[in-house]
């Protein structure tokens, strides 16, 4: 293969990876993250926060406050940044934060259950058990290290959207009227994906279409590539619309709403109403299955709209709307960055490689799963077929399980966009911690899949905490004393 032939390689790898992405990924997952983020950040009080997630918050409360909330959501890691970033601004410690961060991709709900389903029950109470530990120890970790840069991010709070007191009413049913919305959008049960009514739109040359699209973009579920659909191409052009009119709707946005504002909206709407559908290409033409999905996200919708005007001021409505935009052009670049790089090392990395290295319970194996959870990362659940496959190819449970705790929290895109978030510094010492944790948690569990003693397993663990907790502690305390 001559180097023409490699970089058409990687183009299309790269192009592919973005496309399937766009088309699948971003409407019902990533759209609404935003716009509950840019929600969180503008109509939240700061105290709300505070009284749960803050740095003063007790342990006890924050810490298994922000597990419960991430088991909720069963959507990707990259739909999890944006509402990371949503909390991390209006004031929730760092600790507590990373924990949401870790413990929402990895162990929602709806990944345990498909993980005990597909795989096994022990690996999916391991799953649960080990990312709430870990989840919880990286969180206490990294706020331990970085407890000056949180006591002063805590005192110079940017309150410049916040109401002071309580939250009203009105304005946590329309926060919680978007979470529905995006978990309506995402998961994946029978009465959402059941097709109710269908139509055929007299479209000729969807098939032939389809067939092209196929060929010039990757298609084999087996290894996570999943294509682009007729559906998908329509999708990527209703954002690109949506793009121009958000640029020029939002950017200035406090100078009052204009006509680029409502088509920005009517285009969203209407792109997410298609997005909810299925669609088949036929040979005359274009067959619409309307689902329970599509009947859910119009339902929100209403309510959404209904609310907007009903419980939302003006000025709220505008400081939802900039956040929003915000958030949208801090992180969506990198995301497509992330993700077309994740494209081109996927054409370079065999899955043959990563069964050979990870046959065995060691370090090394382990690793290689933590290592092919960062540059092969797929959209939430996809990765336990993903794992289904490795398994039946020989790789061991140990680095099975390290695999599915670092893929939804190590891939590409989201350390790019969490670096955006909390800086540089903090975010590759996350990596490093989760990295560490995903590695012993295959290990340990491996172990036990070995034969060796739960209460042995347990003891491993215990002593490993307490380790490394009175490390930190002695690093803490000679911090504190040489500060004074």
């Known amino acids: 293969m001559n180097v023409l032939d490699w970089l058409v390689r990687f183009l299309q790898g790269g192009m592919g990876s973005l496309a399937s992405y766009l088309a699948a990924h971003v409407l019902l997952c990533l759209l609404p993250a935003f716009f509950i983020a840019g929600g969180m950040s503008a109509l939240i009080p700061r105290e709300s926060i505070m009284r749960f997630l803050g740095r003063k918050a007790p342990k006890y409360v924050s810490y298994p406050a922000a597990a419960a909330a991430g088991s909720l959501l069963a959507v990707c890691s990259?739909?999890?940044?944006?509402?990371?970033?949503?909390?991390?601004?209006?004031?929730?410690?760092?600790?507590?934060?990373?924990?949401?961060?870790?413990?929402?991709?990895?162990?929602?709900?709806?990944?345990?259950?498909?993980?005990?389903?597909?795989?096994?029950?022990?690996?999916?109470?391991?799953?649960?058990?080990?990312?709430?530990?870990?989840?919880?120890?990286?969180?206490?970790?990294?706020?331990?290290?970085?407890?000056?840069?949180?006591?002063?991010?805590?005192?110079?709070?940017?309150?410049?959207?916040?109401?002071?007191?309580?939250?009203?009413?009105?304005?946590?049913?329309?926060?919680?009227?978007?979470?529905?919305?995006?978990?309506?959008?995402?998961?994946?049960?029978?009465?959402?994906?059941?097709?109710?009514?269908?139509?055929?739109?007299?479209?000729?040359?969807?098939?032939?279409?389809?067939?092209?699209?196929?060929?010039?973009?990757?298609?084999?579920?087996?290894?996570?590539?999943?294509?682009?659909?007729?559906?998908?191409?329509?999708?990527?052009?209703?954002?690109?619309?949506?793009?121009?009119?958000?640029?020029?709707?939002?950017?200035?946005?406090?100078?009052?709403?204009?006509?680029?504002?409502?088509?920005?909206?009517?285009?969203?709407?209407?792109?997410?109403?298609?997005?909810?559908?299925?669609?088949?290409?036929?040979?005359?033409?274009?067959?619409?299955?309307?689902?329970?999905?599509?009947?859910?996200?119009?339902?929100?919708?209403?309510?959404?709209?209904?609310?907007?005007?009903?419980?939302?001021?003006?000025?709220?409505?505008?400081?939802?709307?900039?956040?929003?935009?915000?958030?949208?052009?801090?992180?969506?670049?990198?995301?497509?960055?992330?993700?077309?790089?994740?494209?081109i090392i996927r054409q370079l990395i065999k899955p043959e490689w990563i069964e050979f290295l990870a046959g065995e319970n060691t370090v090394l194996g382990n690793l290689a799963g933590v290592v092919f959870g960062v540059f092969m990362y797929f959209p939430t659940l996809v990765e336990v077929p993903i794992a289904k496959m490795f398994l039946s190819l020989g790789m061991h449970r140990g680095p099975l399980l390290a695999y599915l705790m670092a893929d939804p929290e190590l891939s590409l895109q989201s350390i790019l966009i969490t670096a955006a978030i909390i800086g540089k510094k903090k975010a590759w010492t996350y990596v490093f911690w989760v990295a560490l944790f995903s590695t012993l948690a295959g290990l340990l569990y491996g172990a036990w899949i070995d034969g060796t003693s739960l209460w042995l397993i347990v003891l491993y663990l215990a002593g490993m905490l307490a380790v490394l907790s009175a490390i930190l502690w002695a690093v803490s305390r000679r911090k504190s004393k040489a500060a004074t």
């Open 78 to 343: 990259c739909t999890i940044v944006p509402l990371f970033a949503g909390i991390y601004k209006k004031g929730a410690g760092l600790g507590p934060a990373i924990t949401f961060l870790f413990f929402a991709p990895a162990a929602n709900i709806l990944a345990l259950a498909y993980t005990g389903v597909a795989i096994g029950a022990d690996l999916a109470f391991a799953r649960l058990f080990l990312s709430l530990a870990f989840g919880i120890g990286i969180g206490m970790i990294m706020a331990l290290i970085f407890r000056k840069d949180d006591e002063a991010r805590a005192a110079q709070a940017d309150d410049a959207f916040s109401t002071r007191g309580g939250m009203r009413k009105g304005r946590a049913i329309f926060l919680l009227v978007m979470v529905a919305l995006l978990l309506s959008g995402t998961l994946k049960l029978d009465f959402l994906t059941n097709t109710y009514f269908d139509f055929t739109l007299p479209i000729r040359g969807m098939d032939t279409l389809q067939e092209t699209l196929y060929h010039l973009v990757p298609f084999d579920p087996a290894h996570g590539e999943e294509g682009v659909s007729a559906q998908g191409l329509i999708l990527i052009g209703l954002l690109m619309v949506i793009a121009l009119f958000a640029w020029r709707g939002f950017e200035k946005i406090h100078n009052g709403a204009n006509g680029w504002t409502w088509g920005a909206f009517g285009f969203i709407i209407f792109t997410l109403l298609v997005a909810s559908t299925r669609m088949e290409p036929l040979a005359g033409g274009l067959q619409v299955m309307l689902t329970g999905r599509t009947i859910a996200v119009a339902i929100f919708l209403i309510l959404l709209g209904w609310m907007t005007g009903r419980n939302l001021t003006v000025e709220e409505r505008t400081d939802w709307i900039w956040e929003s935009w915000r958030f949208i052009k801090q992180i969506f670049p990198l995301l497509i960055v992330g993700v077309f790089a994740v494209g």
